[in-house]
Every structure is written in structure tokens, then in C-alpha cells.
């Protein structure tokens, strides 16, 4: 079964830390571009950060070197560890997944991140 299964969200007080995690299953995971999104209420889906089979990244400018992607390619998960946590991060993560070679893209079901004192 095809599937992307997110963990780890939660409520954490300001400046707080955080670590998603990204469990793959029935992919070949260690070609795909992963990538983490978000989406707060009434926004549009963001990019927050993208690995790639390579091991190279690139995060959303908002991220400003707070965040942290990377993957465990013999455990078919991927991570973002987001530390220096502000309210204006409060939002469902997404999980997701691109198959480089045909573009299908999969989506996990989202884990809810919530910044608050």
C-alpha cells in the first residue's frame, strides 16, 4: 500500500522545537523528492522544505535556517526538525512525496503543528 504517514506534530509554547516525521511506505523511497508543506487557515499551501535523493534542500524563506530537513533513506522516513517555533508557524504540516522520473506526486494526511503560549 502506497502511503505517507506524518508524526510528531502537537502544541509547543514559542521558541519551543518540534521533529516530523514522515514514514514511507510501498515507494521506492530513496529516489523520491521529499518535501514538507503547511497550511494555515484560510492560506494557501506553502512550501516549507524539499529534500532531494540527493541530499540537497531547499527551504521556504520564511524558514530562515530554523528548520531542518533530511531523511533516512534505510528507514523510508523523512524528518523536519523545526526549532525557534513562532506563533505564525501554527498550521497542518503535510507530508510529501514526487517521483522523479513521472512527477505523481502522494500527500500524507497532514499533522497539526500549533504555536502558543
Known amino acids: 500500500q502506497v502511503q505517507l504517514v506524518e508524526s510528531g506534530g502537537g502544541l509547543v509554547q514559542p521558541g519551543g522545537s518540534l521533529r516530523l516525521s514522515c514514514a514511507a511506505s510501498?515507494?521506492?523511497?530513496?529516489?523520491?523528492?521529499m518535501g514538507w508543506y503547511r497550511q494555515a487557515p484560510g492560506n494557501q499551501r506553502e512550501l516549507v522544505a524539499t529534500i532531494f535523493s540527493s541530499g540537497s534542500t531547499n527551504y521556504g524563506d520564511f524558514v530562515k535556517g530554523r528548520f531542518t530537513i533530511s531523511r533516512d533513506n534505510a528507514k523510508s522516513t523523512a524528518y523536519l526538525q523545526m526549532n525557534s517555533l513562532k506563533p505564525e508557524d501554527t498550521a497542518v504540516y503535510y507530508c510529501?512525496?514526487?517521483?522523479?522520473?513521472?512527477?505523481?506526486?502522494?500527500w500524507g494526511q497532514g499533522t497539526q503543528v500549533t504555536v502558543s503560549s
Open positions: 510501498g515507494i521506492t523511497f530513496r529516489i523520491y523528492r
Open positions: 510529501n512525496a514526487v517521483d522523479p522520473l513521472s512527477q505523481r506526486q502522494l
